[in-house]
């Protein structure tokens, strides 16, 4: 048997590992999805998680080694590094098998930390799934905080599964990044973000934006994949094949009425109307001269909210798909948005003509409430 002996800083090891984790599988039929593969070089400690279709990695200063192996139990490990600080000493020993038997590269992973042992069993390094490599083709400078912030705004226009790969997708084009379903599309613009030819990137792969904790990063895009990278972390992702919609060629270009409205009370009276509508978005309100209105078994319900005119257009909507239209402006702190009308069964247009863009589809108003 032989040990080998590497030093990482104790809240280092368990930050990075708390951010690889975020890739991994929770329960799954491959166990080693759910752990995480732990590198040492003589200078750093590299760990990794993948669920196969995403990658988290982070690299953190460490001595010792060169040694590698995946853990087991990754999670139960994470939970006991809040008791550890300072040092934390890790003693890989490898199982030899004896001779003129197959060699097993298995072991046992002991840490240290203080007062404190934990040990574990690890197995060899190559049951862990290959890292694959970008080619990038292209290279950007990303803001991964407003990018977060952008993809939270804009995420409830993302399409369930069955309507593609890539419209399950955040599409990147232009200085704009949208999601679209059958009933909705959001789009967010950020003038320092353009890229050169568009491209789409899965959800999971933005949702881990957070863990650069406001770090410079890098975008490198691929054909087949792409990479953000940035202080000591990289998430790496697959990227789907297709064209998906066409925002441009989607999206009304001209209107016959639009209103102002204030956001947060136009929030207040759909949430208002929405208390007596069983199914928010099944059950439409009808917008009939000013007026919002919901029909129940009891009787109308209406709100009259101050716009900046009266609209000539009756039309009607999902109340719930439009109140995640509005709260889109409101994340970004919008106090007034424009309403845009052509027909009662053309999209709504909500826009704050500073970026953002939210369309809902109509539902044809009946002639009463």
């Given at each position: 048997m032989s040990q080998i002996t590497c030093i990482v800083d104790a809240g280092a090891f368990r930050q990075a590992l708390k951010k690889v984790l975020k890739a991994a599988v929770k329960r799954g039929t491959l166990p080693v999805l759910e752990e995480a593969y732990i590198r040492f070089d003589g200078q750093s400690c590299t760990l990794t998680c993948t669920d196969l279709e995403l990658w988290c990695q982070a690299s953190i200063p460490a001595q010792g080694g060169p040694c590698a192996f995946v853990l087991t139990g990754s999670r139960k490990l994470l939970s006991a590094c809040k008791y550890f600080s300072g040092s934390l000493e890790l003693s890989y020993t490898e199982d030899r098998e004896p001779e003129g038997r197959p060699h097993n590269p298995d072991g046992q992973v002991t840490i240290r930390c203080g007062n404190k042992e934990f040990c574990r069993r690890v197995t060899t390094a190559s049951d862990f799934p290959e890292i694959p490599q970008v080619e990038a083709e292209h290279c950007y400078d990303v803001d991964a905080d407003a990018l977060s912030r952008r993809f939270e705004r804009i995420k409830y226009a993302i399409a369930a599964n069955e309507y593609g790969p890539c419209n399950c997708c955040i599409k990147f084009f232009d200085n704009r990044i949208g999601a679209v379903d059958s009933y909705r599309l959001a789009v967010s613009q950020d003038p320092a973000l353009r890229v050169e030819v568009p491209f789409f990137l899965p959800p999971s792969a933005l949702k881990l934006l957070p863990v650069f904790e406001g770090a410079a990063c890098r975008l490198l895009v691929g054909k087949r994949l792409a990479a953000f990278e940035g202080g000591g972390v990289r998430v790496l992702t697959k990227i789907p094949e297709g064209e998906g919609i066409d925002f441009d060629k989607t999206?009304?270009?001209?209107?016959?009425?639009?209103?102002?409205?204030?956001?947060?009370?136009?929030?207040?009276?759909?949430?208002?109307?929405?208390?007596?509508?069983?199914?928010?978005?099944?059950?439409?309100?009808?917008?009939?001269?000013?007026?919002?209105?919901?029909?129940?078994?009891?009787?109308?319900?209406?709100?009259?909210?101050?716009?900046?005119?009266?609209?000539?257009?009756?039309?009607?909507?999902?109340?719930?798909?439009?109140?995640?239209?509005?709260?889109?402006?409101?994340?970004?702190?919008?106090?007034?948005?424009?309403?845009?009308?052509?027909?009662?069964?053309?999209?709504?247009?909500?826009?704050?003509?500073?970026?953002?863009?939210?369309?809902?589809?109509?539902?044809?108003?009946?002639?009463?409430?």
């Amino acid at each position: 048997m032989s040990q080998i002996t590497c030093i990482v800083d104790a809240g280092a090891f368990r930050q990075a590992l708390k951010k690889v984790l975020k890739a991994a599988v929770k329960r799954g039929t491959l166990p080693v999805l759910e752990e995480a593969y732990i590198r040492f070089d003589g200078q750093s400690c590299t760990l990794t998680c993948t669920d196969l279709e995403l990658w988290c990695q982070a690299s953190i200063p460490a001595q010792g080694g060169p040694c590698a192996f995946v853990l087991t139990g990754s999670r139960k490990l994470l939970s006991a590094c809040k008791y550890f600080s300072g040092s934390l000493e890790l003693s890989y020993t490898e199982d030899r098998e004896p001779e003129g038997r197959p060699h097993n590269p298995d072991g046992q992973v002991t840490i240290r930390c203080g007062n404190k042992e934990f040990c574990r069993r690890v197995t060899t390094a190559s049951d862990f799934p290959e890292i694959p490599q970008v080619e990038a083709e292209h290279c950007y400078d990303v803001d991964a905080d407003a990018l977060s912030r952008r993809f939270e705004r804009i995420k409830y226009a993302i399409a369930a599964n069955e309507y593609g790969p890539c419209n399950c997708c955040i599409k990147f084009f232009d200085n704009r990044i949208g999601a679209v379903d059958s009933y909705r599309l959001a789009v967010s613009q950020d003038p320092a973000l353009r890229v050169e030819v568009p491209f789409f990137l899965p959800p999971s792969a933005l949702k881990l934006l957070p863990v650069f904790e406001g770090a410079a990063c890098r975008l490198l895009v691929g054909k087949r994949l792409a990479a953000f990278e940035g202080g000591g972390v990289r998430v790496l992702t697959k990227i789907p094949e297709g064209e998906g919609i066409d925002f441009d060629k989607t999206i009304p270009h001209t209107c016959l009425e639009s209103y102002t409205a204030a956001v947060p009370e136009l929030i207040k009276d759909l949430q208002y109307l929405n208390e007596f509508n069983l199914d928010p978005n099944k059950i439409p309100i009808r917008f009939d001269g000013g007026e919002l209105s919901i029909g129940t078994a009891q009787g109308k319900c209406s709100a009259r909210p101050e716009l900046s005119g009266i609209p000539q257009t009756a039309f009607g909507f999902k109340g719930g798909y439009m109140l995640e239209g509005l709260k889109q402006f409101q994340a970004k702190g919008a106090k007034t948005i424009v309403m845009q009308l052509t027909s009662p069964i053309a999209p709504i247009i909500l826009t704050d003509y500073t970026g953002d863009l939210a369309m809902i589809l109509p539902h044809r108003p009946s002639k009463a409430a």
